[in-house]
């Protein structure tokens, strides 16, 4: 009887247990991806991007002749409607460890498991599973550097070699087109514009890790430049499961067993992929409330229509560093790690907004969006989370520009106003924006909508307060 495969965040033939599993069994292996209600609430461009991974996967199984099976609906319904129609006896899926996710999958396997079917769940998403990393006291880590020591010398599993062969089913089960799920719909700025900084699938990302392993030795002094491509760029791939961890981590490592410096600073930063999810699943408020409840009490902005969210959000806050790095996730779906810092700072301490709406925003603007990192990342720079910045060191934007931006180069790119000459770049920000934004590159580049001294005054007045009753 045939193997159900449903694929959710982990769309590749290359070290993958459960596929690598199902493809040993010798049985029929139905590939199956679910539109339920947790796809249909994903944010607008990480929707888009997932869509596009999946046309991407699915030629990748046509290639060896096998399919991918699209169905909307329940997720537990849709999974009984295919073994009805099949025949087949066995789930399998990489494990999620967002608490939606987790409680879906739980409900399914318990109602699976009493029907006398095989739901087995495998792991492949992470280098380290949750619950196997622990403190010398058998606790959940709550700070990073202790987690980093205690995983650096464990061994990371080998990842499974690439399957190419899947048995097709005796016939196979109806199946939805992709293409009329629209999965770029609520893109309501230019998708066109989006498009070509973005490349999806496997063997895309396999590229840009080899490209990447080229520029390793130069990690380090340049993966906080703005205007340098220091980083590797695999998160959107990291976050759909286009490559694993386990694949990132090894080949890094054998980087750095030739002699290749950079590879402990670039294995750090894949923690703290892994430390996100750690602390997701051992404390899922990380996505839904300040992970330190003494937050709770800030005077935090929570209006999401207050008129300097609106200016942040459309990159027109007078700072240019800010704007600049809203305006390149706007437009490429991605920002820098080090323009996500200074951005995050701006909006939770110069505007004194509460980070969810932070949040919030990236949630519906970035390909490479993924719960965990971004909810850590949100609460690390707002002061609300674990091991996170203090409050009180507030990122001046000025001074972050002339260190990791010395020749304004990262500005040019991503601003048009003011300048004689802007670059295409900053110029098809206006290209995709929606019209109704009212936004235009020769207009004059707008005033702060709060001075940076006069933000940081207010902010840090707020917090003496707060911690003063
Ligand atoms: P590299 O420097 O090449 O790092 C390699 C990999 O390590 C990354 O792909 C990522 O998986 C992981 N990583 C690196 N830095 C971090 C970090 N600080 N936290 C967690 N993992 C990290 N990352 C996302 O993948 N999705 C998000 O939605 C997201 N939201 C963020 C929001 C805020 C406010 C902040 C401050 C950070 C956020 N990050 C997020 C983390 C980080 O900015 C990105 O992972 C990084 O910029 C991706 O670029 P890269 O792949 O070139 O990184």
């Not at 759909?240 to 750090?268: C, F, K, N, S």
């Not at 993924?370 to 409050?391: I, K, L, R, T």
Request: proline letters at 7%; glycine letters at 6%.
């Amino acid at each position: 009887a045939p193997i159900i495969l449903w694929f959710r965040r982990d769309l590749r033939l290359s070290d993958h247990p459960a596929l690598t599993a199902a493809a040993e069994s010798g049985r029929p292996v139905i590939p199956l991806f679910i539109h339920d209600n947790l796809v249909e609430q994903m944010g607008a461009a990480p929707k888009w991007r997932l869509g596009l991974g999946l046309e991407a996967f699915t030629a990748s199984l046509a290639n060896m002749g096998s399919r991918l099976i699209f169905r909307r609906g329940d997720a537990l319904e849709q999974v009984q409607q295919v073994m009805a129609e099949t025949g087949a006896t066995s789930v399998f899926w990489s494990r999620a460890y967002d608490p939606a996710s987790i409680e879906r999958d739980k409900t399914i396997k318990s109602v699976l498991t009493k029907e006398g079917v095989t739901a087995k769940s495998f792991a492949g998403h992470l280098l380290f599973e949750p619950w196997t990393v622990a403190t010398k006291t058998g606790n959940p880590f709550r700070v990073y550097t202790p987690m980093w020591r205690a995983v650096q010398g464990r061994d990371v599993q080998f990842p499974n070699a690439r399957v190419a062969d899947l048995q097709a089913p005796v016939s196979w089960p109806a199946s939805d087109k992709l293409s009329d799920w629209q999965m770029g719909d609520a893109m309501n700025r230019g998708a066109a514009v989006v498009r070509p900084h973005v490349k999806p699938g496997e063997q895309a990302a396999l590229d840009h890790l080899e490209a990447f392993l080229g520029r390793l030795s130069h990690y380090s002094s340049n993966r906080d430049r703005l205007d340098q491509d220091g980083t590797s760029n695999l998160s959107e791939y990291l976050s759909l499961g286009e490559i694993g961890p386990r694949t990132v981590w090894h080949m890094v490592q054998r980087a750095a067993l030739t002699g290749t410096p950079g590879a402990d600073a670039y294995l750090r930063q894949l923690v703290w992929r892994e430390f996100a999810y750690h602390l997701m699943y051992h404390t899922p408020q990380l996505v839904a409330s300040n992970w330190k409840p003494e937050w709770d009490s800030f005077p935090w902005n929570t209006d999401p229509d207050h008129p300097e969210v609106t200016a942040w959000q459309q990159a027109r806050t007078g700072i240019p560093v800010v704007d600049a790095g809203l305006r390149q996730m706007y437009v490429t779906g991605r920002m820098h790690n080090r323009a996500r810092m200074i951005v995050a700072s701006y909006l939770t301490k110069h505007l004194m907004t509460h980070w969810k709406i932070g949040m919030k925003w990236f949630e519906d603007c970035l390909i490479d969006w993924d719960p965990a990192c971004n909810a850590m990342g949100w609460q690390w720079v707002a002061g609300s989370g674990p091991d996170a910045s203090p409050f009180f060191r507030i990122f001046n934007p000025k001074t972050q520009a002339e260190k990791f931006d010395p020749d304004g180069n990262y500005t040019h790119r991503w601003i048009a106003e003011g300048y004689s000459e802007p670059s295409k770049t900053a110029l098809s920000y206006f290209d995709a924006v929606p019209r109704s934004w009212g936004l235009r590159p020769d207009a004059e580049y707008p005033k702060p909508i709060v001075e940076l001294p006069e933000g940081r005054t207010r902010a840090l007045r707020a917090y003496e307060s707060r911690k003063s009753h």
